[in-house]
Each structure stands twice: as C-alpha cells, then as structure tokens.
C-alpha cells in the first residue's frame, strides 16, 4: 500500500499524534515515510510533522493550502479570498507518493468538513483513492462517534482500514470497555490505542510514542492492501460465465479485463489499473461512476423499500419519476410505462401500437416499418424490426414479417448518392410503402438521428420530420426509440428534440437511471392511452409487465440523475465538450484507413476501411475493430467496437483533459493497427 488517509471522528482527536506515531514506526522499519496536510486552518500540525519525521519535501507539496483562522477550510479559505484548485492538491500528492514508500496523508477535522462547496473531505479520501484510518478520542462517546464515521465512510465508499484510539489516560468504565466494544460492532479491525503522553515536543516524549506505537499498533493490518486474486476471478469468469455478444472461444483464450471498482470516468480492474471509460459502460453512463447524489438516492431508496409491484399497486419513486419524464418530454407524451431494458421498452411500444389500432377499429393494422441496419433489442418482437443480419438472421424463422426500407447511411448511401444534392431519396422507399401499405402498417419504428448499433450511422438533417410528417400524413404512429440517443447523448436531451419532432411513442432505457440500475421507459400520447380506457368486460386492458416493473430503486436512481441534469446544467456545459470532441476528431479523417467520421454529440463512429478510395471494408476475419480496442488498452482506455466501427460514446461528465487521453489514445491504436495490418499483407 502507498499511501492512507489519517481522519478522524471529530477535530482534537490527535491525528497529527497518530500521524506522527506511525511515521516514526515505519522510519524504525526502515520505511522512507512522506507526509502530506493538504489543507490547515491555523496551527502548525505540518510543520511539526515536518520536523518529527525529518521530511525535506518543500512546503507547498508537504501543505498546498494553509488559511490562519481555525476554520474549516470552506469557509477560512473565502475568507482568506483563495479559491482552492484541487488539481494543485493532487498534483501534490501524486509527487510525494512518487518520492517517498509510504505517504501519510492527515486531514482536516472529520469527513464531512467542506473544503469547497459541495466537496468534502471524504471527496477528497475518494479522489485520491486511497484508505482512510479513523483516529478517535479514548472515552465517552467514542463508540457512537467512532460508528458513525465508518458507516459514512462506507456508505460513500471509501475503504477504511482500521481505527485507532488515541490518549488514553486509563481512568474510566468508558476507556477500559470502549476497545472491545468497538471490536464488537466494526467492520474493520481496531488497529491499537496509544495513551496520553505528556510532553510530545521533547526527546523522550516522542522516543516514547515511537516505542509505544511500534510495540501497540497493528501495523500488518495497516499496510494490509485489499488485494483481489486477479488469476482467480478470471478462472472463475471462464469456469461459471457465457458473455453477452462473445464469442466464447476466443474469451476462453484471452486474458478477461476483471472490473473490481470505479470512479468518476474510469474503471478499475484486479490488477489495480485505471481505464478510461470510453463507452460508458456500453452507453449507460453519464455523470461519472460512483455519483454522489444518485448514490444517496440509491441509499435513502434501500431504507424505505427496495422493491414493491406495480400490479395493482404503485410506489411514489415511480410516480414522481413518471411526472419528471413527462415534462421533459417531446411534447404530446403523457403516460408511462415502466419495464426493465430498451429491448422490453421496444416490445411494449410494438404491442402497444398493435392494440391500439384493435380498439380504434383498425385491427388490420399489424405491420411494422423498419430500417435496414435498424437495431432494436433482443427480445423477438424487436428483433423483428430489427436489421442487422450478423445479429438477427438465426432467429429469422421466429420473427414476423415486416416491411424493410433503407438507412440513411450517407458513407455508403443505397442509392449511391451524396447528400445534400440526394434529396432524400433514400426515403423512397418508405413514401412507396406508405403509400402502398398503410391501411394495414401500425407504426414505423426509428432510432432517431444515430443508429448506434449499425455502427454510429447519424443521419442528414431534416430526414426525421420527413419521416415524422410522413407518418402523419398516411396515419401511422411513429415510435422513437431513444434507448440509446435519449439523456442527453446527441446534445439534448432527446434527439427528436433537434427537428421539433413528437413521436407518438418513445422508448428510454440506458441512460434513464445514469448508469445505475435496470429500467426502461414507453411514454406514449393521451390519444394512445385512452383507447385503453373500458369496462372491465370489454378487455382492453394492456395485458403486459414485468416483476420488477417501476423498481422503487432503479426510480429512485433516474430521479437523482435526472437532479444532477438540472443542478449541474450537465446539458449546457455539454455543448463546448461536444465542439471539442468534432475538433478532436478531425485528424482522424486524414489517416489512409479512416473512410469516415460520424458524430452527433457525444456519439461518434470512426469507420475503418480497407481501402478508402473505394470504401472497401476489411475482412470480418480480420478483426481489426477488435484489434484495435485491444491495443488501446495498452493507453488505459476501454473501448467496444461495431464490427470495424470504433465508437467513442463516453460520460457526460467527461472532462477535456479526459477527452483528449480518449482522442490521443485512440488515433494511436487505429494508426497502429491499420498499419500493422498493410505490412502483414506484405504491402508497403
């Protein structure tokens, strides 16, 4: 272990005491010990430290920021009128652990002291991602202070290693049963107690505290690393697992990337190593992980009730969900129902449209229009809109039959035309089904403006009102299906939003809980909902849903999420990121293998091609999509391609220097691999 955080239960506990004992301990092992006060508000606990431990780092690293008046730092520091830049505070950290073997980090006051607003000292134990030790007072009290501590500090994820009990002075009921209480009711063991010693500034006192804490304090448990066993969680993975979208075989061969935590924009696996989460965790992610506000949700959800039907019941996470996702819906969309993943939103939009039509008097209308390259889901009704053979032809005899037209694909347009010259004849194909088929078609089902799955196709502008006016016209709903491009993804909050367009049903999932929990969302019109409406006998009941239908703590996650949308202005300060991530991506159109760049937002496809005059595209066998995922790993980033589509679809809340580590890292790895590729075929 490199480094832990000394914290406490109150301020006056003596973590400076505590720090300073196990600093001399570990010099008496042998240990080249640093020390780090980030933060100090009057007083002069670093420099004595400083001088204890005998540390020649410079000042401004051993302590960035020093205010004069025994505040906490939030509000001494305003005082003061210095504006605290963590990236100062990190820096310095990340210096010290390079010096020095061991780093003792002491912080200020307890862990919910503010060092800016809304950031506190447990933030800052979770930035740094390193343990926490709880130093707590010897006698009365200590017990409800000590436990409180270490549920927060677990509850808000931060690892605590242990607790120590500081001054005591041997008098007292409280003092002599407070250790073997404390074993009792922690988690996590109690790593020693350290008396009162009188005089800390001379020789003795501090040759005494050093004896003391070297005979007392368990430091094995102290420098203990929570280590996972990296070749037995893959031995496992490959014994007991069969992986979504895997070809097992190949896994069985590879080495598995284990995710054991994460944090912000990454993730982290056994082996210890960060990546960058370039995919969102396949496109669900969007504040960061380990988001305080949807945390505490989550939690404040678990104490009340984690989960209830919504068969002949309801639960008020799912009610006040329900008015959130209406009101910020396209307009027209009034009513919700709740299911567990975008492929079951999809299924209930197709049976919904297919009722609909029954109660209204037009039962012939049970077909659906969809596109080529459309990617629904995996359920079989949306898998039947579905198409994508590479996912859908095996099952092509259980499907029912639909009506197919073309993509808007511009790179490889149907019509070999280019836009905007084309006039949208791609849409011929649906004007000639309207036009043909439209007393017995339901609905025409969409991904609006990107088709993620078919490999980041983003469409011309104005191609969706078209679309949407055309529907109209011949009388066939319109079904959105923004599982993928709603929540922000395109650079609104739904990307029908970009061409004013109201579907009549829209599906959500994915993003809808912030990358928490399993939900999805239909939201469908008033119209839709009250040809529903009847007698018990007439039976026109939506006969559909799921056991975990409206879950109260997946509601209680989009809710947050959707909290964090308005208090952040995530969607405002989304659009500098999205115009640095088009600049970002411009070189990549100069590289000989790159035969296209596709984004609209924060969704981007880089197409790959064998050969970019003609738009050749590589041998499947070839895997170079997957190669160059692979290889980018290497960076620290994760990436998943589609085909030989390398797609970029990272947090929302990604930063700048993030976004550049994601292009740099990238571009490297398609150079690379497409070269590497050209010489193994003894060209060039």
Not at 171 to 189: D, M, Q, R, W
Not at 207 to 223: C, N, P, Y
Not at 426 to 438: I, R, S, T
Not at 543 to 562: D, E, K, M, Q, V
């Amino acid at each position: 272990m490199k480094a832990i955080f000394v914290t406490g239960t109150d301020t006056e506990v003596g973590k400076t005491i505590v720090s300073c004992a196990i600093g001399l301990a570990l010099k008496k092992k042998g240990i080249d010990v640093g020390v780090m006060k980030p933060f100090q508000c009057s007083g002069g606990d670093a420099d004595f430290l400083v001088k204890v431990l005998g540390i020649k780092d410079e000042k401004e690293l051993v302590n960035p920021y020093y205010a004069g008046e025994p505040l906490a730092p939030y509000v001494a520091f305003e005082r003061a009128d210095v504006e605290i830049d963590l990236e100062k505070v990190l820096a310095a950290y990340e210096k010290l652990t390079e010096r020095h073997e061991f780093l003792i980090v002491e912080g200020i006051g307890g862990l919910l002291v503010p060092i800016k607003e809304n950031y506190t000292v447990c933030d800052l134990i979770r930035d740094l991602d390193i343990p926490a030790l709880i130093v707590a007072r010897a006698g009365l009290g200590t017990l409800n202070h000590t436990l409180l501590t270490y549920r927060y500090a677990a509850d808000y994820g931060v690892r605590v290693q242990g607790v120590i009990l500081n001054g005591l002075k041997g008098k007292g009921l409280a003092e002599t049963t407070n250790p073997a209480a404390l074993k009792a009711f922690l988690e996590v063991p109690l790593l020693g107690t350290i008396p009162f010693i009188n005089d800390l500034e001379s020789e003795a006192g501090l040759d005494k505290l050093s004896r003391i804490a070297a005979r007392s304090l368990d430091f094995e448990s102290l420098l203990e690393e929570d280590t996972i066993d990296a070749q037995e969680s893959a031995r496992q993975d490959k014994d007991f697992i069969w992986h979504p979208f895997t070809q097992m075989k190949g896994w069985l061969e590879d080495e598995p990337l284990v995710v054991t935590e994460a944090k912000d924009c990454h993730l982290k696996d056994t082996a210890g190593r960060w990546y960058l989460d370039g995919v969102s965790s396949l496109w669900v992610n969007l504040h960061g992980h380990r988001k305080p506000e949807i945390d505490s949700a989550v939690k404040r959800q678990l104490n009340k009730v984690a989960h209830s039907t919504m068969l002949g019941l309801s639960n008020v996470p799912a009610i006040t969900l329900a008015k959130r996702l209406v009101d910020i819906a396209p307009a027209g969309l009034a009513k919700v129902f709740y299911s567990d993943d975008g492929s079951t939103a999809v299924e209930i939009a197709l049976k919904m449209a297919c009722q609909y039509w029954q109660h209204v008097g037009s039962s012939q209308k049970t077909k659906f229009i969809h596109l080529a390259n459309s990617y629904h889901g995996d359920t079989l009704g949306s898998v039947s809109v579905g198409g994508i053979d590479l996912f859908h032809k095996t099952y092509r005899d259980l499907l029912f039959d639909t009506y197919t037209i073309d993509s808007p694909y511009c790179y490889r347009c149907p019509e070999g035309k280019s836009y905007p010259r084309c006039e949208f004849e791609c849409l011929n194909g649906l004007k000639e089904v309207l036009a043909q088929h439209h007393s017995a078609a339901a609905a025409l089902i969409v991904e609006p403006l990107v088709q993620g799955a078919a490999g980041m196709i983003v469409w011309p502008q104005g191609i969706l009102k078209e679309m949407s006016d055309l529907c109209k016209k011949y009388n066939v709903l319109l079904i959105a299906d923004e599982v993928a491009t709603g929540f922000g993804r395109t650079g609104t909050m739904f990307a029908c939003e970009h061409e004013g367009v109201s579907p009549d049903i829209l599906c959500l999932a994915k993003g809808i809980t912030g990358g928490y929990l399993p939900l999805a969302a239909t939201l469908a019109t008033e119209k839709i909902f009250d040809a529903f409406l009847g007698d018990y006998d007439e039976q026109k009941t939506f006969f559909h849903g799921h056991s975990y239908t409206g879950n109260p703590l997946a509601c209680a996650a989009a809710i947050a999420s959707l909290d964090v949308f308005d208090k952040e202005n995530t969607l405002e300060k989304l659009q500098p990121k999205i115009g640095f991530l088009a600049r970002g991506l411009e070189r990549f159109k100069e590289l000989p293998h790159v035969g296209d760049v596709r984004q609209k937002g924060f969704m981007v496809g880089i197409e790959l091609a064998e050969d970019k005059r003609t738009r050749r595209p590589y041998a499947f066998e070839e895997k170079i999509g997957m190669k160059v995922c692979q290889k980018v790993r290497e960076d620290g980033v994760i990436l998943r391609p589609l085909g030989d589509v390398i797609v970029l679809m990272p947090p929302l809340a990604i930063g700048r220097r993030e976004l550049t580590h994601l292009l740099d890292a990238t571009y490297d790895a398609v150079s690379v691999v497409t070269r590497e590729s050209i010489r193994g075929k003894g060209v060039g």
